[in-house]
C-alpha cells in the first residue's frame, strides 16, 4: 500500500510540477524589471486594463443619458411641432421642481408605498403558488395533463381584461388590484419553472438515484436546484409583467398608487407630474428586477453569469 | 452459476446469467444484447470491451437497476436487482456532478442520503477528498474543475457510501490521453484499497488490459460474450508494463477481436478485404486457451 500511495503522489506532481514552474517564472518576469514600484498605482493600472471595457460602456451609457436630457430639454423650452406635439409636454426641469414639490408630501409617498405593498403582495403570492405548481406539473404527468389546458386558455387573456371581472370577484378594489399584479406574474413564473423543468438532466437524476436518494430527495435535491436559474427567470419577467399590470390597474380602478398618480395628474393638469408618475414607475420597475437577479446571485453561487 | 467453493468473507460478487435486452421503438423492438453471462467475483477488477453500440452500456445499466432484462436474470450478491440503489456506485462518462453542491456536497450527497450526520458526513468526505487528492478543491463548484478532477470527483462520490460495486461507463472516454493515465492510476489505488468489485465498461483495450483482472469481449449488436480473457499481469501494475510481450501479445489478441466485430458493426461488405490485412496472432497464450 505504501507503493502505491507513492506511486500516485508522484503521478500528480508530474502532472502540476511543469505548470507551477510556467507560472511562477512568468511572473517573475512581470515584476523584476520594475525594482520596487509603487504597488497602488500598478494595481490602479492593471485595473484599468482589465475593466476597460465596463468602464467604456459606463462613460457612453453616460453620455447617452445626458443627449437624451439634452434633447428633451431642447424640445420642450422650443414647444417643437413636428407631427408629435411637445407644446404641453413639461420639460426636465419643471419635472425636477415637480420632484422637489413632491418630496416634501406625504400623499406622494403614500401613492408610492402602496404601489410597493401591491406589487409584494401580488408578486410574492403568484411566485408562491407558481413555483410549487411549475414544479408538480413538470415531475408528475397526471396533475400536468389536468392544469396544462386550463392554464394554457387562461394565459393569453391579458391581465388587464380581467379588470372588470376581478372587481366583480373581489369585495374590495385593493384586493382586486393585487389579484390583477397576481394574475400578470404568475404565467410568465409557471411557464419558466415549467421549462426547467422539461430540461433537468436525467442523467443527474439517475446519479442521484445511485446514491440512495428517493422521490422527495431528487425533488428537493436535483429537480428543484437544476430548475433555479429558469425560475428566475420567471421571476424576473413576471416581475416586470407585475408593475405593467399595477399601472393599468391602478389607472382604471385605483384610488391611490403612483399609476393612479400619473392619471390623476392628467386629469388635474398637473403636467409634470405626468413625467414625474412615469419615471417614477420606471425608476421602481428597475430597482424591482435588480432585487430579484440580485436574490438570484445569492440563492445560487454556482451559476457565474 | 453453481458454486463449488464457499462464498467468500467480502461481498460484491455480480452475476449476469444469460442477459437478454430489447428497446421497444417505433420500428419494433431492436435487440441490444441477445445472450450475455458475466460474472464478478468480490474485489474483483472485470472490463467489458467491444465495439460501439454492441450494448455495454445497455449491460451496466442493467446492473445499475435503469433497465429490466427481456430474458435472463441479474442479481448482486444472490439478490435480483430492484431499481437503483447505493450497494451500486455508478460513475458516468459525461461526470454528472451536481453543479449546485461544491465538490465536497457532491460527496457527501450519498451519505446525507443515508441520514448520516454532519460530523461523520464530513469526515467520511474529507479523507475520500484526501485519498483523491482534491482537498484543495473542497470548496470549489464543479463548473470551475478540469474533466480530470471532475471525474475524481465523480469517482469519491459514487465511492462515499461504500457500495458493494462499483459500475463504471467508460469514465475516462472524455479526457486527453496523460489524464487517463493518471486516473487509471488513481481508480486502481482506490479499488485496492477499499477493496470493492469494479465493472469496468470501455473501448480502450490498453485501458481494460491495464486495469483489470479479467477482460469480456463482446460481439457487434446485438451483443453475446465473444471472449472472456483473463490478465495474468502482477499488481501492483505499472505504466511500464505496457511494453511488456505479455501485455502486448494480449493486446494484439484482444484488438484482433475487436477488429472483427467492428467491421461486422459497421457493414459486412468489408469482410473479405478487411480481414485479408489481419492476422490474429495469439502471443498470449491465456488467450489461446480461452478461445
Ligand atoms: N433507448 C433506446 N432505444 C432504442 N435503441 C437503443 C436505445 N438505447 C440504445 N439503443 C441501441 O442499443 C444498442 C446498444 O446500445 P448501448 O448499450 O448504448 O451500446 P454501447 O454502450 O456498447 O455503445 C445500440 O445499437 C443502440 O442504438
Ligand atoms: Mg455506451
Known sequence: ?305 | MNIMTPTPPSKGRVDVDNFALSYDTLEGPVEAVSNASIHVNPGEFVSIVGPSGCGKSTLLNAVAGFLKPTRGGVTVDGEPIDGPGADRGMVFQQYSLFPWKTVKGNVEFGLKMKHLDKSSRDRAARTLLGLAGLTAFENKYPDSLSGGMKQRVGIVRALATGPKVLLLDEPFGALDAQTRVIMQQILTNMWQRLKISVLFVTHDIDEAIFLSDRVYCMTARPGSIKAEITIPLERPRHQSMMMSSEFLGLRRGLMSLIREESIKAMGGELNDLALDGLSIDLHGQSLADVL
Not at chain 1, 400623499?107 to 403568484?126: K, P, Q, W
Not at chain 1, 442523467?203 to 445511485?210: I, K
Not at chain 1, 413625467?275 to 437577479?293: F, K, N, P, T, Y
Open chain 1, 1 to 305: 500500500m505504501k507503493v502505491e500511495t507513492f506511486a500516485l503522489r508522484r503521478e500528480q506532481q508530474t502532472a502540476t510540477g511543469p505548470e507551477i514552474g510556467a507560472e511562477t517564472s512568468h511572473v517573475r518576469t512581470v515584476q523584476s524589471p520594475a525594482g520596487a514600484p509603487p504597488q497602488l498605482a500598478a494595481y490602479l493600472r492593471r485595473w484599468l486594463a482589465l475593466n476597460r471595457r465596463g468602464l467604456r460602456a459606463v462613460l457612453i451609457g453616460a453620455i447617452s443619458l445626458a443627449l437624451f436630457l439634452l434633447a428633451w430639454h431642447l424640445l420642450t423650452e422650443n414647444r417643437v411641432v413636428f407631427f408629435i406635439r411637445f407644446t404641453n409636454v413639461p420639460s426636465p426641469s419643471a419635472v425636477y421642481e415637480s420632484l422637489t414639490r413632491a418630496m416634501q408630501d406625504s400623499t406622494f409617498f403614500t401613492h408610492v408605498v402602496l404601489s410597493c405593498r401591491r406589487i409584494l403582495f401580488g408578486f410574492s403570492l403568484a411566485a408562491l403558488i407558481a413555483v410549487p405548481l411549475g414544479l408538480v406539473m413538470g415531475r408528475f404527468r397526471v396533475a400536468h395533463e389536468i392544469l396544462f389546458p386550463v392554464m394554457e386558455v387562461l394565459r393569453p387573456i391579458p391581465a388587464i381584461a380581467w379588470v372588470p371581472m376581478a372587481i366583480m370577484l373581489w369585495p374590495t378594489n385593493e384586493q382586486s388590484i393585487i389579484y390583477i399584479t397576481f394574475l400578470g406574474s404568475f404565467f410568465p413564473i409557471l411557464v419558466n419553472t415549467l421549462h426547467g423543468m422539461s430540461l433537468v438532466d436525467p442523467v443527474l437524476v439517475r446519479a442521484a438515484q445511485c446514491l440512495g436518494a428517493r422521490e422527495v430527495s431528487i425533488f428537493r435535491e436535483v429537480y428543484f436546484p437544476a430548475s433555479l436559474p429558469h425560475i428566475f427567470t420567471g421571476l424576473t419577467v413576471g416581475m416586470g409583467v407585475a408593475w405593467v399590470s399595477l399601472i393599468a390597474a391602478e389607472m382604471i380602478s385605483g384610488q391611490f398608487g403612483i399609476g393612479y398618480f400619473t392619471w390623476e395628474a392628467y386629469s388635474l393638469v398637473q403636467y409634470a407630474d405626468i413625467a414625474l408618475g412615469m419615471i417614477c414607475i420606471g425608476v421602481l420597475g428597475l430597482g424591482s428586477s435588480a432585487l430579484i437577479r440580485g436574490l438570484g446571485r445569492l440563492v445560487m453561487p454556482w451559476n457565474r453569469t
